[in-house]
């Protein structure tokens, strides 16, 4: 291990593996779900370094899940002409999104 010295003290020369790209919104969800509900696993995974990679591979699995459910329930309840009403094509679209939203939720985040 190495030293630096500040003034009178020396300090360890510690570094954290940080992720090289910004976690996105699912990747950050989970953190907070374990600092808050599971600060045990949290801490230990920080401490590891494991953190961060898990984190960046369940951001891409639960973007990857959602993408697939919303062709799934697209495929199972077609929306309708988006030309003619448009208004009913967002409204159709945005209930599918968050009915997948909250099944990667529920599966992947706050389990």
Excluded: C
Excluded at 5 to 32: A, S
Excluded at 78 to 91: C, F, G, I, L, S
């Amino acid at each position: 291990m190495t030293y630096s010295t500040v003034g009178d003290y020396q300090f360890p020369n510690l570094t954290l593996n940080q992720p090289r790209k910004p976690l996105g919104k699912y990747g950050r969800l989970r953190r907070t779900y374990l600092k808050d509900h599971r600060p045990v696993l949290y801490n230990t995974m920080l401490l590891s370094g494991s953190l961060y990679p898990t984190l960046s591979e369940l951001e891409q699995t639960a973007v990857a899940m959602k993408e697939q459910m919303m062709t799934e329930l697209l495929a199972k309840n077609p929306a309708p002409d988006k030309e003619q009403n448009q208004m009913a094509w967002v409204q159709h679209m945005n209930s599918l999104k968050a009915q997948a939203e909250e099944l990667v939720l529920t599966e992947l985040i706050y389990s």
